[in-house]
């Protein structure tokens, strides 16, 4: 059973910092892409982050500079440091594990992350 279990998400204020871990299980996490992604409420869910089994990233442009992804195989473990944080970055965050051939897509049940003063 493939598990993608988020954490990390709470209350902070405009330009503080947080950092989200998903903890995945039940694959072969080193060969899959992995990513963050938030959906606001009344929005669409949208790409926040991602990590090639590589070690390429790719950010949304609203979030280059201030957010980091990184992943650490030997514990199954992927990361979105978030700095800088602004009200707009106000979403439940999920995380996403992908693979392309065969197509695996697998999410997590998402963490909520509130800027506000």
């Known amino acids: 059973q493939v598990q993608l279990v988020e954490s990390g998400g709470g209350l902070v204020q405009p330009g503080g910092s947080l950092r989200l871990s998903c903890a995945a299980s039940?694959?072969?996490?080193?060969?899959?892409?992995m990513g963050w992604y938030r959906q606001a409420p009344g929005k669409q869910r949208e790409l926040v982050a991602t990590i090639t089994s590589g070690g390429y990233t790719n950010y949304a442009d609203s979030v280059k500079g201030r957010f980091t992804i990184s992943r650490d195989d030997a514990k199954n473990t992927v990361l979105l440091q978030m700095n800088s944080l602004r009200p707009e970055d106000t979403a439940v965050y999920f995380c996403n594990a992908r693979k392309v051939v065969p197509l695996y897509d697998y999410w997590g049940q998402g963490t909520q992350v509130t800027v506000s003063s």
């Open positions: 039940g694959i072969i996490f080193s060969i899959y892409a």
